[in-house]
């Protein structure tokens, strides 16, 4: 019985997967290449949904980013990429 | 008695130690507003609040579950960050308080962070990533996840963590050692032998539990992650009949995050499985009116949630934009020979209205085994 449930479940999150993997296409751009603000848009909202830059300062920013790299495991180049783009946006 | 004695210790030593740091920092900041304000020491008072409402329609109508947690975050130096966190719950008249996190984490390099304290267990994604009241997307837990669930929720010990670019890929892996679960012999509470007791700051023997948990984000956009956790430890206390039990613990984890131009909005999937198996075991039968009589079980438990949200944040009209619609099953299997041995499943169906990035209005309908409940939570972090 739940078995059934699991394996129907598990096809349509597989599909939703695959079909957006589809969408992406062959446009693979390394981490390395992306940007502050695309990596900002595509990484905070992963776990919440993501803060507009203006909510915090550049001090507090400054805080929370460590936090997010410490508890999120992102890597050091994201963070400072992401951290950049958030204090430009934050005039 | 004990839990209590040793919660009471570390909020003692972290008060000292906060203590520290606040004059240490006052002193810093001082220090730095001469340096013409260029300050380094930073700290940040964040946390979240919730308010729930619970009802089955008939009987229980319960307005009084109130949680706060304030949360403390201070950056002395750009390698040094400390994170702390207090629960704080009313729930039904009682107040409960519990230390959920503390520790401090040194940045060693690019790939490598040191951590130590109390911290969120990295066992799966639920504890760790997901169960904040402004981030969960549903008012209740699934079944079994949370504390005293199936699976550690904290660990008192050291970690090594760090995120690691791999190509148009990425991993996140993160080890520890730590005190570890302890076994509940079911002498003080008949009923729960077999089942584990976490967060213990006082360890019960000279063994330490050792795990860690590796993520893999293959997609450079990061939509996908797939992880995969495990602890080890010794279970028992040290000179008792128990003093060879052992845990093994596991958890595989899903979360796939992404718009979708042609569903108008965003996808998010959250799955996490845990299985727990404590090694076979020798409890005094809380059935038997002897109070002699020994069974016994191997306890495998194992706890499964599957959870779909879609919000349609790519329409043009606002108000619906704000709206999220979510869907979890989650399934709490019970082992095999254990007494009241009942497997549980629950659908949760949510409604949610997301008034700014931090705050919502949960709406929700919940089926555990036969039973009905309407849930309405308000919740928002600061």
């Not at chain 1, 589809?22 to 909202?45: D, F, M």
């Not at chain 2, 520890?176 to 079911?186: C, D, E, H, I, K």
Request: charged share 20%.
């Amino acid at each position: 019985m739940y078995m059934k449930k699991i394996i129907i479940t598990s096809l349509m999150i597989g599909l939703i997967i695959a079909s957006s993997v589809l969408q992406q296409g062959c446009t693979v751009t390394k981490i390395t290449e992306r940007g502050g603000a695309q990596l900002w848009s595509e990484n905070c909202t992963r776990c919440h949904s993501t803060p507009p830059p203006n909510v915090y300062s550049d001090e507090q920013w400054d805080v929370i980013s460590t936090h997010m790299r410490v508890r999120a495991a992102m890597t050091n180049d994201e963070t400072e990429k992401i951290i950049e783009f958030i204090k430009s946006a934050n005039k | 008695m004990k839990k209590i004695i040793s919660l009471l210790l570390i909020v003692t030593s972290i008060n000292i130690a906060t203590a520290q740091q606040y004059n240490n920092a006052a002193k810093d900041s001082m220090q730095a507003q001469q340096k013409s304000n260029s300050s380094l020491s930073r700290f940040l008072l964040t946390g979240y609040t919730a308010l729930t409402v619970e009802t089955d329609g008939k009987e229980k109508f319960n307005m009084g579950q109130v949680q706060f947690s304030p949360i403390l975050l201070w950056k002395p130096s750009k390698n040094i960050f400390f994170e702390a966190e207090l629960e704080t719950e009313l729930n039904a008249g009682a107040l409960d308080i519990g230390l959920e996190y503390a520790d401090i984490s040194y940045i060693i390099n690019k790939y490598i962070t040191l951590r130590a304290g109390k911290f969120l267990a990295p066992f799966g994604i639920y504890q760790d990533r997901l169960h904040a009241s402004w981030i969960n997307k549903l008012p209740t837990a699934p079944l079994g996840f949370g504390h005293d669930g199936v699976g550690t929720s904290s660990e008192i010990g050291i970690a090594l963590s760090g995120g690691i670019p791999i190509g148009p890929s990425k991993i996140n892996y993160i080890i520890y050692a730590s005190n570890g679960p302890q076994l509940n012999t079911g002498k003080e509470e008949p009923g729960e032998e077999g089942m584990l007791m976490y967060e213990n700051a006082l360890d019960n023997n000279f063994n330490k539990a050792v795990g860690g948990r590796l993520g893999i984000l293959p997609f450079s956009n990061s939509s996908l992650e797939l992880g995969g956790s495990v602890q080890y430890a010794k279970v028992g206390d040290k000179a008792s009949d128990y003093d060879k039990v052992t845990s093994l613990m596991y958890s595989f984890d899903l979360s796939f995050t992404q718009q979708v131009g042609f569903l108008k909005g965003m996808i998010d999937v959250k799955a996490q499985m845990n299985g727990l198996n404590v090694s076979k075991a020798d409890y005094i039968d809380p059935y038997d009116s002897t109070g002699t009589g020994l069974y016994t079980y191997d306890n495998k438990r194992s706890i499964i949630f599957g959870q779909v949200a879609y919000r349609p944040s790519m329409l043009k009209i606002k108000v619906l934009k704000n709206f999220e619609g979510v869907f979890r099953y989650s399934i709490l299997n019970l082992p095999e020979g254990v007494k009241e041995n009942e497997d549980v499943s629950q659908i949760a169906l949510g409604l949610n209205y997301w008034i700014t990035w931090r705050s919502v209005i949960k709406f929700a309908y919940q089926k555990t085994g036969g039973k009905e409940n309407y849930l309405l939570q308000f919740a928002t972090s600061f």
